[in-house]
């Protein structure tokens, strides 16, 4: 099929904390969870910023954000505790992004397969209109 044109280019940046062993046969041996979604909406005509998007996620495989993943990116288990979890941030960043084409960039086509996982493994659609995906690196 084809790619239509994007409207909107979304730059997307995922933060993962490592899943309990314990836990992850809940969820397809998931082995990462996503603890934070980051984003900004550029519109595809003008290349400006239209938006910005950011949302601390509770992990649901492992109930506290590994030392590590804290000292790499600042996000703590008291941080987290109460927030919203994957489900519920995932269907708040879509409204976000909204139903325009858009296409989607980020630093690596790990974020891009932790939300197939992700997905697949929490039973939450994967969006349509995330076909057109740019991995920066590779560019």
Not at 51 to 80: A, D, F, S
Request: hydrophobic letters at 35%; proline letters at 6%; glycine letters at 6%.
């Amino acid at each position: 099929s084809i790619i239509p044109m994007p409207t909107y280019y979304i730059v997307l940046d995922l933060e993962m904390n490592p899943t309990s062993r314990t836990l992850r046969c809940q969820c397809n041996d998931l082995k990462r969870e996503t603890i934070e979604i980051g984003a900004v909406k550029i519109d595809a005509v003008t290349n400006t910023v239209v938006g910005e998007y950011t949302c601390v996620i509770r992990p649901q495989l492992n109930h506290q954000v590994e030392p590590y993943i804290t000292k790499l990116t600042g996000i703590t288990t008291k941080e987290v505790r109460n927030a919203p979890t994957f489900g519920q941030a995932f269907a708040d960043f879509m409204a976000w992004v909204g139903d325009s084409p858009v296409g989607v960039y980020s630093w690596s086509d790990t974020d891009f397969m932790q939300l197939i996982d992700e997905c697949e493994a929490k039973g939450i659609h994967f969006p349509d209109q995330f076909v057109d995906w740019t991995d920066f690196q590779k560019e």
